[in-house]
């Protein structure tokens, strides 16, 4: 069983940056690909963004490309992502995702996931 714990979020202004951290355990870091998901309130649960196994490949919903960046680190059993020029429409449960599926469609969709953590909260100001 693999378990997820976020860290990392707190309110914070528009324009501020802030850094997510999933820590990882119960199995080898390097097996599972990650990925980050939010969900606003009254809104369903969308992808932010994902990264492979060895963290070559990364991909970014366009609504965050170019100011969010995921990383992972295999010998800390941790993902992160850092959030820059943040906008009040981030504001979301930040959840992280993990799956050890190897061959899907895409790995944009929630469905894939077997592994959540409990979510962490980012509220930005305006």
């Known amino acids: 069983q693999v378990q997820l714990v976020e860290s990392g979020g707190g309110l914070v202004q528009a324009g501020d940056s802030l850094r997510l951290s999933c820590a990882a355990s119960g199995r080898t870091f390097s097996d599972l690909y990650m990925g980050w998901f939010r969900q606003a309130p009254g809104k369903e649960r969308e992808f932010v963004a994902s990264?492979?196994?060895?963290?070559?490949?990364?991909y970014y919903a366009d609504s965050v490309k170019g100011r969010f960046t995921i990383s992972r680190d295999n010998a800390k059993n941790m993902m992160y992502l850092q959030m820059d020029s943040l906008k009040p429409e981030d504001t979301a449960v930040y959840y992280c995702a993990a799956t050890l599926q190897r061959t899907v469609l895409t790995f944009r969709a929630s469905g894939v996931y077997e592994y959540w953590g409990q979510g962490t909260q980012v509220t930005v100001s305006s």
């Open positions: 990264i492979s196994w060895r963290g070559d490949s990364t």
